[in-house]
């Protein structure tokens, strides 16, 4: 539990009561939205695992927000009747409790903005911090505290930010100190037809020893219990081009938890966008050294690790799926040391407003940097993603997806040679048969002789919109497993609210969201999802 909230609990409720009663008298904006994610689990020797002992897992968020006028405030309440299985916060931290998660107040002038409570924040590209809450990992990593943003002029833009970072049900032993420091220049310079924008951050985390007082910095090459890291980044854009660079720094600290030994950081990143009537293309450089960063080193030495212990944001430079078969091993980033590169092309071939097709290609690799990083003290391949796919509207009714990817990674992430290679290719169709009733189908297949062999996959789906969804899939691995994986279910949707009622079988695997990826283990059972809004 936060049990350091707890005075905050009673003063929050107050607050919430006194924002409903305000909105219910025309005095300010009330909102609220719930998300609750149910599972029952099965046991299924098909499967060959048993599941969690408890044969039931909850996830539930409650969000409220009140603004009026210059004045904001919220609150987040969630409850875990048990957190769902695979969920850290349910093994790392209490899996079954009730608890305010996060909560603030805002005032903010046309020059001038405070907040106090949980803060959610990035400085620059999350080289150096990002905080941020992502439900469908589990993930939230907000830094209680206090956040201030002064803007003197168009052109200037100054923020300090100051608390301890959330660590899953409970806070770390630490804190967080950041500032930024932004300038426009088009806007100092009165330019219209260039964008120019210069961002410095500065971030100190000071581990405080109350919960290891034990905890050696020395043996791990560290001289003290504070971590400074830097960075700097440039923003242009003209025209149909735009480009992002930053480089970040940071002094010695342990990237991973298998590290023994404390190293210095570094990072480089780059981007450039370019788009121009039907043609677009896009281009990410990232070197990163040493960049992984824990929001406590303490909380890792004493069995609170996993992804929640993470304080900046390193998402790996791949293709982000939506189809099974090729999101059936995704990349996780390498934090010790990789050079990656994405590229994307896109071009739109238009016979009419309903007629048209959209070709994409897409590249991605990423390599080890360093010899140690190799069991010979050489360099190696990591990752390499070559795909392509033609979305072609044929008219009104008809739209078609044809996608072939050849994924290349390595199993060690480069430390043995041997790679594993998998061909896959996705038929995709939608059809429309009147406004709102439509079928779509994907075929699925995946060629390989390494890891578990082969693998084919399809989906069904019947939509009558605005109200029902309809949908079945299946996933078979025809090479060493010979197992099914199904999944079928349907959806219904009112408003603001939608209910979502499936079953099925699920692969143990990492489950990825914006490029950052949890391990959730294999279970078969009846999943009820609700959101709703007001």
């Known amino acids: 539990m936060l049990q350091s909230a707890k005075p905050l609990i009673l003063t929050i409720a107050g607050l919430v009561f006194w924002t409903i009663s305000s909105a219910q008298t025309g005095i300010g904006v009330f909102s609220a939205s719930l998300e609750s994610n149910n599972i029952a689990y099965f046991q299924d020797s098909g499967l060959g695992v048993s599941g969690p002992d408890d044969r039931f897992g909850a996830n539930d968020y409650l969000k409220m927000d009140y603004s009026n006028g210059q004045f904001s405030a919220g609150m987040q309440l969630e409850a875990y009747l048990p957190a769902l299985y695979g969920y850290e916060i349910g093994t790392l931290g209490n ?11 805002r005032w903010t002038s046309d020059n001038f ?35 201030a943003t002064f803007a003197p002029a168009p052109w200037l833009s100054i923020k300090g930010l100051a608390g301890r970072p959330r660590l899953y049900s409970d806070y770390a032993s630490s804190w967080v100190r950041a500032a930024n420091l932004s300038f426009s220049l088009d806007a100092l310079l009165g330019w219209d037809t260039v964008l120019l924008s210069l961002e410095g951050n500065f971030v100190n985390r000071h581990e405080a020893l109350d ?20 960075s700097a980044a440039l923003s242009f854009g ?129 390599n080890t940097i360093s010899p140690a990083q190799c069991d010979d003290l050489s360099k190696r391949l990591m990752w390499m993603d070559i795909s392509a796919d033609a979305e ?39 059809y429309r048969f009147k406004d709102n009733f439509a079928l779509r189908t994907e075929l699925q297949y995946l060629a390989s002789k390494d890891y578990e062999g082969s693998w084919v996959a399809g989906l069904l ?48 695997g990492y489950v990825c969201s914006g490029g950052v990826c949890r391990y959730s283990p294999a279970y078969t059972g009846v999943n009820l999802l609700l959101t709703t809004s007001f």
């Open 95 to 105: 899996p079954k409790q009730f608890m305010l998660a996060s909560k603030y107040v």
């Open 113 to 147: 903005t405070v907040h106090i409570g949980d803060i959610y924040d990035q400085l620059g590209n999350g080289l150096v911090l990002r905080s941020y809450e992502d439900r469908h990992l589990g993930f939230n990593n907000s830094i209680e505290g206090l956040s």
């Open 211 to 230: 919960a290891n007082p034990a905890y050696d910095f020395a043996s791990r090459g560290m001289t003290s219990p504070d971590l400074n890291m830097y």
């Open 238 to 366: 003209w025209d149909a081009l735009s480009l992002k660079a930053e480089y970040a720094a940071k002094g010695n600290d342990l990237a991973s938890p298998s590290l023994q030994k404390a190293h210095k950081g570094a990072a480089i990143y780059a981007e450039a966008i370019y788009d121009y009537k039907a043609f677009s293309a896009s281009a990410t450089f990232r070197i990163i050294d040493h960049m992984g960063t824990m929001l406590s080193l303490v909380a890792d030495a004493s069995g609170i690790g996993g992804t929640g212990n993470s304080l900046n944001y390193l998402p790996s430079l791949t293709r982000h799926y939506t189809y099974m078969l090729a999101n059936l091993n995704p990349y996780q980033v390498n934090v010790i040391g990789e050079a990656a590169f994405q590229g994307d092309l896109f071009y739109t071939l238009r016979r009419s407003r309903s007629k048209y097709m959209v070709l994409h290609g897409n590249f991605s690799n990423a």
């Open 392 to 430: 072609i509207h044929w008219g009104r009714k008809l739209k078609t997806t044809f996608l072939y990817s050849r994924q290349q990674w390595n199993p060690s992430h480069g430390y043995e040679a041997g790679d594993y290679v998998s061909n896959i290719f996705v038929a995709d169709a939608q």
């Open 461 to 508: 789906e019947l939509s009558f919109a605005p109200r029902w969804n309809v949908f079945a899939s299946e996933m078979y691995n025809a090479g060493l497993t010979k197992k099914h994986y199904y999944n079928f279910g349907f959806s219904y949707s009112k408003g603001r609210s939608r209910l979502q009622l499936s079953y099925g079988r699920n692969r143990a």
